[in-house]
Each structure stands twice: as C-alpha cells, then as structure tokens.
Nanobody
Framework: QVQLVESGGGLVQPGGSLRLSCAAS????????MSWYRQAPGKERELVAR????????NYADSVKGRFTISRDNRKNTIYLQMNSLKLEDTAVYYC?????????WGQGTQVTVSS
C-alpha cells in the first residue's frame, strides 16, 4: 500500500529557508514519478516540482525556479523539497504525490507559512 508522509513545514520569514520531507512506504520511489504540489487558500492546487524515475530528471514551476530544489534519498526512500529565498506568496499547504501508470497517491500535506 502506497503511503506518503510529509514533514518539515512551519513558519518562516521572507527570505528564509525550509526543507520539506516526504517519506514513502509500500513502494520504491525510483519507480514512480514523485512531485511536490501546493495549494494556497482560495486557489487551485499547483505543481511545484517533479522528479522523474531512475534517471532523475526534474521540472519546476516558473515561480520557484532557482529557489527550490527537489531531490531524493534512495536509501531512505524519501524525497525532499529544499526551499530557499521564500516569499510571502509561497505560503500554502504542500503535498507530496506519487504517480505510476496513471494512478496517483497523495500525502496529507504540510503547512508552509511565510510571514514577517
């Protein structure tokens, strides 16, 4: 059974950094497309970053390019989202997603609040 558990969210000032973690169980992350999404209040959920399978290709939303980095630790079966130079508009609930053969699974989300 696919299970995803996010952690690492919190309150941070503009310009600060956070690292989100998504611990996966029930499957091997290198065989799934792994992504981070976010949803701000009153807005639709949007893709933030995606990590390919074995080859490890990455894609980022234009709004986070150069500031966020998606990565994984295969031994821990965990993916990360390093977020630097955070802005007020990065405030959202961040979700981890795993996709394979068109079927997706989601974590419960972790809140990131950027505020002075």
């Amino acid at each position: 059974q696919v299970q995803l558990v996010e952690s690492g969210g919190g309150l941070v000032q503009p310009g600060g950094s956070l690292r989100l973690s998504c611990a996966a169980s029930g499957f091997t992350i290198t065989t799934y497309y792994m992504s981070w999404y976010r949803q701000a209040p009153g807005k639709e959920r949007e893709l933030v970053a995606r990590l390919g399978t074995t080859g490890g290709s990455t894609n980022y939303a234009d709004s986070v390019k150069g500031r966020f980095t998606i990565s994984r630790d295969n031994r821990k079966n965990t993916i990360y989202l390093q977020m630097n130079s955070l802005k007020l508009e990065d405030t959202a609930v961040y979700y981890c997603q795993a996709v394979r053969f068109g079927a997706s699974s989601w974590g419960q989300g972790t809140q990131v609040t950027v505020s002075s």
